[in-house]
C-alpha cells in the first residue's frame, strides 16, 4: 500500500517556475514507476510525466516536452516536477500517481496503469 500527498501548487505568473514535490509512504518506494498527471476545469485527467523505478527513464507529454522535468529522490521517498516557463493552459489540479513494476524500467502513461493516487495540487498561471 502506497500513501502519496502532492505540494507545491500556487498561482504563478506566465513564464514563471513552480516545483511540486509528492512525497510517499510505504517500504518499497524504490519498485514503483511514478506519474504526474493535471485535470483542468471540465476535462478529463491527462498524463504529464512519467518516471521509472531507478530515475533513469523518463517520458513526457508533448505539450510539457521542454519545459518540465520529472525526477525522484528514492532515499526520501519523493518525486519532484518542475515546471518553467508556465503558460495559463498549464492551470489544473496536479495528482501524482505511482504504480508497483517489480523492478521493471517500465513508464506509463495512462490513468489506468497507475494504482495509487495522490489528493491534487492546484497550479494557477495567471496570464
Known amino acids: 500500500q502506497v500513501q502519496l500527498v502532492e505540494s507545491g501548487g500556487g498561482l504563478v505568473q506566465a513564464g514563471g517556475s513552480l516545483r511540486l514535490s509528492c512525497v510517499a509512504s510505504g517500504r518499497t518506494f524504490s519498485n514503483y514507476a511514478m506519474g504526474w498527471f493535471r485535470q483542468a476545469p471540465g476535462k478529463e485527467r491527462e498524463f504529464v510525466a512519467t518516471i521509472s523505478w531507478s530515475g533513469g527513464t523518463t517520458y513526457y507529454a508533448d505539450s510539457v516536452k521542454g519545459r518540465f522535468t520529472i525526477s525522484r529522490d528514492n532515499a526520501k521517498k519523493m518525486v519532484y516536477l518542475q515546471m518553467n516557463s508556465l503558460k495559463p493552459e498549464d492551470t489544473a489540479v496536479y495528482y501524482c500517481?505511482?504504480?508497483?513494476?517489480?523492478?521493471?524500467?517500465?513508464?506509463?502513461?495512462?490513468?489506468?496503469?497507475?494504482?495509487?493516487w495522490g489528493q491534487g495540487t492546484q497550479v494557477t498561471v495567471s496570464s
Open positions: 500517481s505511482a504504480r508497483n513494476t517489480w523492478g521493471s524500467e517500465s513508464v506509463y502513461n495512462k490513468r489506468a496503469d497507475y494504482n495509487y
